[in-house]
């Protein structure tokens, strides 16, 4: 059973489209994130939801809209896709008050043409 | 200056070497520290925590440094599969989330 499942694996788009990543974890962990690696491999973590909270909301343009419907899901829509929003977006949980040890998604590589 | 630096390699040693990489973080409040592993095109996963007095887990040793703000990861007996990129992590001790450096590249040859 994949402990952090993230779908789709890729992604290619136009740009000014609108896409949704889902994220699903089944390991009961009350804490999931979304992160950007960019290509230069630096990864940045976007935002935070601690049981449906959203507790972390980093810098990032207001064209990334979380959801949550439920502590074990936290999705990520993305209006007006840019280039610049190429990238590996990775999907993670934690046990709260464990940040550190997290469990990550395999990943998806969104690729804006 | 960043929150977490590390140098990006990328290390390139012989099978069988002992090879060691540092991290360096800006926030002396920072309370804990791991090191992930990440191969390439996966996710990262967590390699081991890092402990106050240091701590082993076979081939890898972890320490920590607060009065430099630094830690370190040693590896004896380097192996093929050892190669990948080696991020430092941290938490921060204000808010709830993590934070990761660009990594360490290393590439095992035979």
């Known amino acids: 059973d994949t402990a952090v499942s993230q779908t789709p694996k890729y992604l290619v788009t136009q740009m000014g489209n609108d896409k949704s990543i889902k994220c699903e974890q089944n390991l009961g962990h009350d804490t999931m994130y979304w992160y950007k690696q960019d290509s230069k491999k630096f990864l940045k973590i976007m935002f935070s939801?601690?049981?449906?909270?959203?507790?972390i909301n980093e810098t990032v343009p207001n064209r990334f809209s979380p959801k949550s419907p439920d502590k074990a899901h936290l999705n990520l829509h993305i209006n007006s896709l840019e280039l610049g929003d190429s990238a590996v977006y990775f999907c993670?949980?934690?046990?709260?008050?464990?940040?550190?040890?997290?469990?990550f998604g395999q990943g998806t590589r969104l690729t804006v043409v | 200056r960043k929150e977490v630096e590390q140098d990006p390699g990328p290390f390139n040693v012989p099978e069988g070497a002992t090879v060691a990489f540092n991290c360096t973080y800006s926030?002396?409040?920072?309370?804990?520290f791991f090191w992930y592993r990440q191969d390439c095109r996966k996710e990262p996963k967590l390699l081991m925590s890092v402990y106050s007095s240091g701590n082993e887990d076979g081939r890898f040793t972890a320490q920590l440094n607060r009065a430099s703000q630094y830690i370190s990861l040693l590896i004896r007996d380097s192996k093929l599969s050892d190669s990948a990129t080696y991020l430092c992590v941290v938490k921060d001790s204000s808010a709830s989330k993590i934070i990761f450096g660009s990594g360490t590249r290393l590439s095992i040859r035979p």
């Open positions: 926030n002396s409040a920072s309370q804990s």
């Open positions: 993670a949980s934690s046990p709260r008050d464990f940040y550190g040890k997290a469990f």
């Open positions: 939801y601690n049981n449906k909270e959203l507790i």
